[in-house]
């Protein structure tokens, strides 16, 4: 059974770039939320998608967006990419009805 | 806003010593609290959760954790840690809306052999 998968595991982008993060759920998963863990911090909430829609967003500018989609993979999009945006970029995964949350391994992004 | 504090940022113990990693919490109502362990170049794993009843909970590698609703806590325990105990462990607590996990900063648990 394979656990959240995310892609790529190490990205590094010039500032003012854009970058598209992706995330497979755990199978059988139908929720998906993103969160940011900046070095020596815990992870904080990015949003979480449900039925392809945005169900709940965490304190994160405009610039950051994301899309879950039929199959229930989803991704994060950030605009405008600042420095302060390099982050370990976790995805999460859960069952509707249930409050567990599995985590993959995450996208280090490094912006420049 | 709710939020989550971890009193210990790094904690250094010999193998067989007792452990306990604080952790309180901000929200007064009901709550669902989690530990998560991140071992070095591994995810976040789930450790435990206290969603009701029985305020002792039993999660894997022997720890345990205890919720005490007066004092906020959810304490973390484990009787005699193992090197293979070193890791960054974080506290969490489910928002109101159940949608999101708020993390404390997380204490790195260095074990020595």
């Known amino acids: 059974d394979a656990g959240v998968t995310q892609s790529p595991t190490h990205l590094i982008k010039t500032r003012g770039q854009q970058v598209t993060l992706r995330c497979s759920p755990k199978?059988?998963?139908?929720?998906v939320s993103w969160y940011q863990q900046a070095l020596g911090q815990g992870p904080q909430f990015i949003f979480q998608y449900y039925e392809e829609e945005e169900r709940q967003r965490g304190n994160f500018p405009d610039r950051f967006s994301g899309h879950q989609f039929p199959n229930y993979s989803s991704e994060l999009n950030v605009n405008a990419l600042l420095l302060g945006d390099s982050a370990l970029y976790l995805c999460?995964?859960?069952?509707?009805?249930?409050?567990?949350?599995?985590f993959g391994p995450g996208t280090r992004l490094t912006v420049t | 806003a709710q939020s989550v504090s971890q009193h210990n940022h790094h904690v250094i113990l010999s193998e067989a010593a007792s452990l306990e990693l604080g952790c309180n919490y901000s929200y007064g109502g009901t709550v669902n609290l989690f530990w998560y362990v991140q071992y070095p170049g591994q995810h976040l794993q789930l450790l435990l959760k206290?969603?009701?009843?029985?305020?002792l909970v039993k999660g894997i590698k022997g720890f345990e954790a205890e919720f005490i609703k007066s004092k906020f806590s959810f304490n973390l325990r484990k009787p005699s840690v193992q090197w293979s105990d070193t890791a960054e462990y974080f506290c969490a607590v489910e928002n109101q809306a159940g949608t999101a996990l708020i993390f404390g900063k997380g204490t790195t648990l260095s074990v020595s052999s």
């Open positions: 199978s059988g998963h139908d929720t």
């Open positions: 206290y969603f009701s009843g029985d305020p």
């Open positions: 999460a995964s859960s069952l509707q009805a249930d409050y567990e949350q599995y």
